[in-house]
Nanobody
């Protein structure tokens, strides 16, 4: 079993920044692909960024150019630096981990509970 715990969310004004963290515990040796998703009530869960088992990073949608994902294998942690936030970024941000990344099939084995990000003036 793997447990993922996110932190770093909060309320911020438009244009502000936040850094999210995800700490994994348990046996993570088989799980090499990590990612950040976000969930807005009433909408489909959206992937924001991912790092695959080879370290290749992908971003989706409006995260490109504003968000930076990074991983610290020694600390079993994943991070998401979010800059120039706007109200459309308001969501529950969830960390996830899986064995092998894929663009074609679901690959997540474990999800965290999420950390809320609210952007408003």
């Amino acid at each position: 079993q793997v447990r993922l715990v996110e932190s770093g969310g909060g309320s911020v004004q438009p244009g502000g920044s936040l850094r999210l963290s995800c700490l994994a515990s348990g046996y993570t040796g088989d799980y090499k692909a990590w990612g950040w998703w976000r969930q807005i009530p009433g909408k489909e869960r959206e992937r924001v960024a991912a790092i695959d088992e080879n370290g290749l990073i992908t971003y989706r949608g409006t995260a490109k150019g504003r968000f930076t994902v990074s991983r610290d294998n020694a600390k079993n942690s994943l991070y998401l630096q979010m800059n120039d936030l706007n109200p459309e970024d308001t969501a529950l941000y969830l960390c996830a981990i899986g064995r092998v990344y894929s663009d074609y099939v679901p690959w997540v084995h474990y999800w965290g509970q999420g950390t809320q990000v609210t952007v408003s003036s």
